[in-house]
């Protein structure tokens, strides 16, 4: 079966500071991967997409960025932090093609201080 | 650019009781997904309807999917307080991304 995993799962980072959330995916070829940002008590924005390996599209304008170095892995980066950076990170995955459900990894609280 | 809207954002009610939460987007699709979400953690799958007219069940919970409407409905029969969570719908834009666009939630509090 496929699981996804994601780590760390809390950090506190001071502004200014880089950022690295990585996320893996096993059990599965090819996954289409996702991260999305949470802030406290809000809806899930999407933050950046990948449809295979190197392929990465933003969604949001923003100090962070993502990489897909390998075909199950998804991490993102931040140079600088900022306090806006707070919230809860999600990693999620799916099967390539529409209509097939989008799993979600466990999250990563980060707050910013 | 697609928008999803749900409403209500806050729903009380008590056990026992029906009640329905609703899931309205601004483009056309025929992909709608609802969530589960309890506090501090991250997301559950509960449906996913991939055409005009489905619905499907689990439990106390049905979903429905409209598409000609734009509308998704959610409805919960019998309240029980473990249902207590927040409920997101997502809608799928129809693009090569398969991204989903989420609404802002449902946080539902049912009371004994």
């Known amino acids: 079966s496929q699981t996804i995993h994601q780590w760390p799962a809390t950090l506190v980072q001071p502004v200014g500071s880089p950022l690295s959330l990585e996320c893996t995916v096993e059990?599965?070829?090819?996954?289409?991967l996702y991260w999305y940002r949470q802030a406290a008590g809000r809806g899930l924005q999407l933050l950046f997409y990948?449809?295979?390996?190197?392929?990465i599209s933003s969604e949001v304008p923003q100090n962070l960025s993502a990489s897909r170095p390998q075909d199950r892995q998804f991490i993102l980066s931040s140079k600088k932090l900022l306090l806006s950076d707070s919230g809860f990170y999600l990693c999620?995955?799916?099967?390539?093609?529409?209509?097939?459900?989008?799993?979600f990894g466990e999250g990563s609280w980060l707050t910013v201080v | 650019e697609l928008k999803v809207e749900q409403n209500p954002l806050f729903l009380s009610m008590q056990e026992g009781k029906n009640y329905t939460i609703y899931c309205n987007y601004s483009t056309t699709s025929d992909r709608l997904y609802w969530y589960r979400q309890d506090p501090g953690k991250s997301l559950e799958s509960l449906f996913v309807?991939?055409?005009?007219?489905a619905v499907k069940q689990e439990g106390r919970l049905m979903a429905s999917l409209d598409t000609k409407a734009r509308l998704s409905t959610l409805h919960i029969t019998a309240a029980v307080h473990d249902l207590s969570a927040t409920y997101f719908c997502?809608?799928?834009?129809?693009?090569?991304?398969?991204?989903?666009?989420f609404g802002s939630g449902t946080r539902l509090l049912v009371r004994p």
């Open positions: 309807l991939l055409s005009n007219g």
């Open positions: 059990g599965t070829s090819n996954p289409n």
């Open positions: 990948s449809v295979g390996i190197g392929q």
């Open positions: 999620a995955w799916s099967v390539p093609g529409g209509g097939n459900t989008i799993y």
């Open positions: 997502a809608v799928d834009g129809m693009d090569s991304s398969y991204k989903l666009i």
